[in-house]
């Protein structure tokens, strides 16, 4: 079987963990897979407007693997959040890409607000989604998504999953990684990353 080619979509102000915590558990089921004998079940790569330097919402700089003028055939988009995505909601061109290559894409998926861009690009209009808990008003208020949805990781409706803030991607990925390849193996990727979330505050012993 061909690897699925992840292209993970990166903008000034992208949120971090939104693109670096799905990212960690695609690579870790490579990972995994190599230590089990088997070929990497994922091709995962950065795709950006231009070749330069993103600087993310933290200050961290990243180089991305590929323009969206060189990459239009992709079988999962991932579209992260952050402050960057109250400009690129307005960015025709990054729009008119999302939903060229979503048309072709087997999933289309989001972190946080990058919902926002999906709703507006068109892959997520009129459907059910759901963002981070402090952008679902800003969000049902746009009227773009058929339903936004608060109190829950993530939401799938088709071929569309969006999630939560910021670490819900990290959830998102675990559940994509099982729908493709079973829940076992996604288990094996959670324990890998040692992902069993305690909270400080709520793991005070």
Request: aromatic residues 8%; charged residues 20%; hydrophobic residues 45%.
């Amino acid at each position: 079987m061909a690897a699925l080619r992840i292209g993970i979509l990166i903008f000034d102000g992208v949120e971090e963990l939104d693109f670096v915590g799905p990212w960690e558990v695609f690579t870790m089921a490579n990972e995994m897979a190599r230590r089990a004998g088997q070929d990497p079940p994922y091709e995962i790569f950065l795709v950006a407007e231009r070749e330069d330097v993103v600087r993310c919402a933290k200050g961290m700089r990243v180089l991305p693997d590929k323009t969206t003028t060189n990459c239009d055939t992709i079988d999962v988009l991932l579209v992260p959040g952050g402050q960057g995505t109250r400009r690129e909601v307005d960015n025709k061109a990054l729009l008119a890409w999302i939903a060229k290559v979503s048309q072709g894409a087997q999933w289309v998926t989001s972190v946080c607000t990058g919902a926002m861009l999906l709703t507006a690009a068109g892959p997520a209009k009129d459907k059910r989604v759901t963002t981070h808990w402090g952008l679902i008003e800003t969000l049902r208020a746009r009227g773009e998504a058929g339903e936004v949805l608060a109190h829950v990781r993530y939401v799938r409706d088709g071929n569309v999953v969006t999630a939560a803030g910021v670490s819900a991607g990290i959830d998102m990925a675990l559940w994509l990684v099982g729908a493709w390849h079973g829940a076992e193996f996604a288990r094996t990727v959670q324990r890998g990353m040692q992902y069993d979330p305690a909270p400080p505050y709520q793991a005070l012993v």
